[in-house]
């Protein structure tokens, strides 16, 4: 082989490849999905001609010059991600577009816990005898007639609250994993969640506890329910992926279902820590009146799902990274 003829050959690719990284500027993202794998095939390319030129033309400056190419695009190509780059843009960005990534599984996981919390609150009202059988024993005294939220100590209430919320977080957890069930134990434990809520709220309205009820459901509740919703979410995800796999086999759906899965419980976790802070301030708040225990619920909710709109529905579609390409 010629030296001439093969540089005249493979001149146009070397001179895209260098053009790309120096455009690049050693963040990869900025050239876009169709940049990015139009520098992967680039670069194979240039490494196999490096190859190439070195067993038949060594010590001719070309191998120099090939070698620092090839070095400069290996470092786009394969180096990883600053790690602390990647957790801010994680929690940030990725975790709000995967979160709104399938909003019928949100819509989903939402009518399995409030469509069984309406009927188990009407259950309740009209027999709350056969509806307290169905309460934890953890969570009867608030339940009970002539027990009033107000004249429970700060204790009981604190145990009350406390009980609910380690049970919030049971829900969450058996929601993301039970999607391996094929979303059969997801959707179970997001409707019996939905029955204990529903029951709950009118056996304490019942017993003339409305005020205990609010004081449950939006301190805390408000942000931890938001979690369920999407824990359940993710778990229906994850056996939908297993029913209809779609084009892929389903393993391959699976696996990928899954790694969004756990990406989306380790996004969620912090939500959960914040509502578990919010929590153990609970009776502070309480001194304030159930106006500021209302307004902290709804606030720490409304965040949220505020992040969910602005950083997920609204910019999903909008690759901006090497993740985010297929």
């Not at 070698?67 to 695009?73: F, H, I, M, P, T």
């Not at 002539?146 to 919320?165: I, K």
């Not at 994993?177 to 059969?184: D, E, K, M, Y």
């Not at 709109?309 to 909008?318: A, D, F």
Request: hydrophobic share 45%.
């Amino acid at each position: 082989m010629k030296l001439d003829r093969f540089v005249a050959g493979r001149r146009a690719a070397w001179d895209e490849l260098d053009g790309l990284t120096r455009q690049a500027r050693r963040k990869p993202e900025r050239l876009g999905p169709d940049g990015i794998r139009r520098l992967g095939a680039l670069y194979r390319s240039a490494a196999a001609d490096l190859a190439l030129a070195r067993g038949s033309f060594p010590g001719d400056p070309l191998v120099t010059r090939l070698e620092g190419l090839v070095g400069r695009a290996r470092h786009l190509v394969y180096d990883a991600p600053d790690r602390r780059g990647s957790l801010v843009r994680f929690l940030a960005r990725d975790y709000w577009r995967l979160v709104a990534e399938k909003p019928y599984a949100l819509l989903a996981a939402f009518v399995l816990v409030f469509g069984p919390a309406l009927l188990g609150a009407l259950w309740a009202r009209q027999d709350p005898g056969a509806a307290a059988t169905l309460v934890p024993e953890q969570f009867r005294p608030a339940t009970e007639p002539g027990h009033p939220w107000t004249s429970m100590s700060p204790g009981e209430q604190a145990a009350f609250t406390s009980e609910v919320f380690t049970n919030n977080i049971k829900v969450t957890l058996v929601a993301f994993a039970g999607g391996i069930t094929f979303g059969l134990l997801t959707g179970l434990a997001l409707i019996y969640n939905g029955v204990l809520l529903g029951v709950i709220g009118g056996l304490m309205s019942g017993s003339g506890n409305t005020v205990g009820f609010i004081d449950l459901v939006t301190a805390h509740g408000v942000l931890e329910l938001s979690c369920i919703l999407v824990g359940g979410a993710a778990g229906l995800r994850l056996g939908w992926a297993l029913v209809d796999p779609g084009r892929l086999t389903r393993s391959a759906s699976a696996t990928r279902e899954a790694r969004k899965a756990v990406q989306i419980a380790l996004g969620t976790a912090p939500w959960l820590v914040l509502a578990g802070l919010i929590e153990g301030n609970r009776a502070r708040l309480a001194e304030s009146g159930v106006g500021v225990v209302i307004a902290v619920g709804l606030l720490a909710g409304g965040l949220y799902w505020g992040l969910v709109i602005w950083r997920g529905w609204l910019r999903t579609g909008q690759p901006t990274s090497p993740a985010d390409t297929p």
